[in-house]
T-cell receptor, first 115, second 112 residues
Framework: GAVVSQHPSWVICKSGTSVKIECRSL??????MFWYRQFPKQSLMLMAT?????????EQGVEKDKFLINHASLTLSTLTVTSAHPEDSSFYIC???????????FGPGTRLTVT | QKEVEQNSGPLSVPEGAIASLNCTYS??????FFWYRQYSGKSPELIMS????GDKEDGRFTAQLNKASQYVSLLIRDSQPSDSATYLC????????????FGQGTTLQVKP
């Protein structure tokens, strides 16, 4: 149980374009999901908390107009990187909080390369 | 500032030995504690959660929590080369948000 999927697993896009990443909880409902970014050899950096049916809460320093988050259902959250630049190239990982509210399960991640 | 500290390593142990991974945290209000394993290029995988003082065992893994000392550890018995990975300690400080604070991770190398 507690399986989280992400799509796509990797994407290459041109500078200035937008990219949407989907995060799905496959066998449980998740009222809360999280979006992280990880640069090589660094730890996870929390970008935002996504709550179903409400606006996402962004961490300090994360541009909410650049990283658009939508959590329209109990099993799906999306992250859209708008007007992507090469410095946005990173490993983006989502996680979902189980119903008990304590354990986070991670998706497999999406590797974004902006050329 | 709420922090979770881990020794970055690498921690090198021979195959079959016990690997001991340590983590300290600064917020006494922390409620829940987790260990994640992350292989290179992959996302983190939850391997242990612990909520109360003492030991919790699951197969070759034992998590230990001491809230008075603000210390949580992970023991891996009979270490295997496949255990070679980065181990992330995570602490939940605000239980109603589910938000986790992660340590920098400890890299474990198990040598055959």
């Amino acid at each position: 149980g507690a399986v989280v999927s992400q799509h796509p697993s990797w994407v290459i896009c041109k500078s200035g374009t937008s990219v949407k990443i989907e995060c799905r909880s496959l066998d449980f409902q998740a009222t809360t999901m999280f979006w992280y970014r990880q640069f090589p050899k660094q730890s996870l950096m929390l970008m935002a908390t996504s709550n179903e049916g409400s606006k996402a809460t962004y961490e300090q320093g994360v541009e909410k107009d650049k990283f658009l988050i939508n959590h329209a259902s109990l099993t799906l959250s999306t992250l859209t990187v708008t007007s992507a630049h090469p410095e946005d190239s990173s490993f983006y990982i989502c996680s979902a909080l189980t119903g008990g509210g304590y354990e986070q399960y991670f998706g497999p991640g999406t590797r974004l390369t902006v050329t | 500032q709420k922090e979770v500290e881990q020794n970055s390593g690498p921690l090198s142990v021979p195959e079959g030995a016990i690997a001991s991974l340590n983590c300290t945290y600064s917020d006494r209000g922390s409620q829940s504690f987790f260990w994640y394993r992350q292989y290179s290029g992959k996302s983190p995988e939850l391997i242990m959660s612990i909520y109360s003082n003492g030991d919790k065992e699951d197969g070759r893994f034992t998590a230990q929590l001491n809230k008075a000392s603000q210390y949580v550890s992970l023991l891996i018995r009979d270490s295997q080369p496949s255990d070679s990975a980065t181990y992330l300690c995570a602490v939940n400080i605000l239980s109603n948000t589910g938000k986790l604070i992660f340590g920098q991770g400890t890299t474990l190398q198990v040598k055959p």
